[in-house]
C-alpha cells in the first residue's frame, strides 16, 4: 500500500508538488468525451480531468464532498457557458445527479488530494502541524474523534487494516494510555506520540506515522465503503455503452474495484462446490486491458502516479444488480456514528 499521494513530496525549488492529473491521457482516452456526451467527474478536485473532458467536447458534471473544491471551481463554471455544473455531494451518491437519460461516462481519482494535504488546518499531513482532522467534507466525526475515543481494539483493527501497520497494538495502547491525561488535538501529538513507539530507523523509506495517518484517514472518510457505493451507483447511472474509469493509488482501492469488475463482468456464479451454476448477465464489459498503470516516464514527472492503477468497463444493457457489499469482503471496524461528539 502506497503512503497518502503527495505526502512528502516537493518541488526542486522546495515547495509542494501542484496537483497533477494521473493517467489523464489514458483517462480521456477511455472515457472518449465526444461533444454532445455527459460525463459525471466524481472526483472534482482540482478540475484536472474535468478541464480536459470539457476541452474535448463532453458536457461534465461535477462532484466533490470538500467544499472548498466547489468554490474553487466557480471560474472553471463560469468559463464554460454552462457545460460544467458542480455539486457538493459525496460520490457515493452520485446515481442522485444524473440526468433521466442517464450517463455516457463516470470517472473516479480515488484517493486525497495533494491540495488537501499541503494545507496545516486540513490535518491530513504528519509533516505540517494543524488540528487533527482528515474530514475531506469538513464535518462530522474528526480523526482527533476517533484517537480519543474509539476503543483500543477498534484503533488496531483500522490502523492494521486500513495502514497495514505492523506496530498497530503498541501505537493503539500507547495512544489509550496517553489520552487518560491529555487528548490528542493536533497532528503533531500524534506524531511525537508515534515516533516515542517506533522510532524512525536510518533504513525506514516511510515515515512512522505514515501509515497511521494513512489508516486515519480513510476511516473518517469511509473511503472503502464511499468507493464501494460509487460503482454501484455508477452501475445504476450509466447508460447502455457508457463508460466507467476508476483511477486507485492503494491496494485496498484496487482490490474493490478489481472485485466490482470481476463480479459485474461476469456471467455465472455459485459455489464451485455445488453442481447448480446460476446464470447471470454481465453488467460490464472490460475495456481494453484489466489494469493500466503509469509509465515510467509520468512516475518521474509526477510522483503520485508511481501507485496508480486505471480500470474500466463499458455497461451493458443488463439490468442493475443492486447494492451487495458482500462481494468485496470488507472487514467490520467500528461504526463512525458511535465515535462523535
Known amino acids: 500500500m502506497s503512503a497518502n499521494p503527495g505526502e512528502g513530496q516537493t518541488e526542486p525549488?522546495?515547495?509542494p508538488v501542484r496537483h497533477i492529473p494521473v493517467l489523464l491521457h489514458q483517462v480521456v482516452e477511455a472515457i472518449q468525451p465526444l461533444p454532445g456526451k455527459v460525463i459525471l467527474d466524481g472526483t472534482f478536485g482540482a478540475g484536472g480531468y474535468s478541464s480536459a473532458l470539457l476541452a474535448a467536447g463532453a458536457d461534465v458534471i461535477g462532484l466533490d464532498r470538500d467544499p472548498s473544491a466547489i468554490a474553487n471551481g466557480q471560474a472553471l463554471v463560469a468559463a464554460h457557458a454552462g457545460r460544467l455544473s458542480l455539486i457538493h455531494s459525496q460520490f457515493s451518491q452520485l446515481a442522485d445527479h444524473a440526468p433521466e437519460g442517464?450517463?455516457?461516462?463516470?470517472?473516479?481519482?480515488?484517493?486525497?488530494?495533494?491540495?488537501?494535504?499541503d494545507e496545516a488546518e486540513r490535518g491530513f499531513s504528519f509533516q505540517r502541524n494543524g488540528p487533527l482532522d482528515m474530514r475531506m467534507s469538513s464535518n462530522g466525526v474528526s480523526a482527533a474523534d476517533v484517537v480519543n475515543r474509539a476503543k483500543v481494539g477498534d484503533l488496531i483493527?483500522?490502523?492494521?487494516?486500513?495502514?497495514?501497520?505492523?506496530h498497530s497494538g503498541r501505537i493503539a495502547r500507547a495512544i489509550e494510555k496517553r489520552r487518560v491525561t491529555e487528548p490528542f488535538r493536533t497532528t503533531r501529538d500524534l506524531v511525537n506520540l508515534i515516533e516515542s513507539v517506533n522510532p524512525r530507523k536510518a533504513k525506514d523509506k516511510l515515515h512512522p506515522s505514515t501509515r497511521v495517518f494513512q489508516a486515519l484517514r480513510i476511516f473518517v472518510n469511509d473511503e472503502l465503503g464511499e468507493l464501494a457505493q460509487a460503482l454501484f451507483a455508477a452501475e445504476q447511472a450509466l447508460k447502455p455503452g457508457g463508460r466507467l474509469v476508476v483511477v486507485t493509488f492503494h491496494s485496498l482501492e484496487d482490490r474493490i474495484v478489481k472485485q466490482f469488475f470481476a463480479d459485474r463482468s461476469s456471467k455465472t456464479s455459485g459455489s464451485r462446490h455445488l453442481p447448480m451454476v446460476a446464470v447471470k448477465e454481465a453488467i460490464f464489459d472490460p475495456l481494453g486491458k484489466a489494469m493500466v498503470a503509469a509509465s515510467e516516464e509520468e512516475a518521474e514527472i509526477n510522483p503520485r502516479a508511481r501507485s496508480a492503477k486505471l480500470r474500466a468497463g463499458i455497461r451493458t444493457e443488463a439490468k442493475s444488480r443492486g447494492s451487495d457489499m458482500s462481494i468485496f469482503d470488507?472487514?467490520?471496524?467500528?461504526?463512525?456514528?458511535?465515535?462523535?461528539v
Do not use: C, H, N, Y
Open 13 to 15: 525549488e522546495g515547495g
Open 330 to 340: 470488507l472487514p467490520s471496524l467500528a461504526s463512525l456514528s458511535t465515535l462523535g
Open 102 to 117: 442517464g450517463l455516457d461516462g463516470v470517472v473516479l481519482d480515488i484517493g486525497v488530494s495533494s491540495m488537501q494535504i
Open 157 to 166: 483493527r483500522i490502523f492494521g487494516f486500513l495502514g497495514e501497520e505492523k
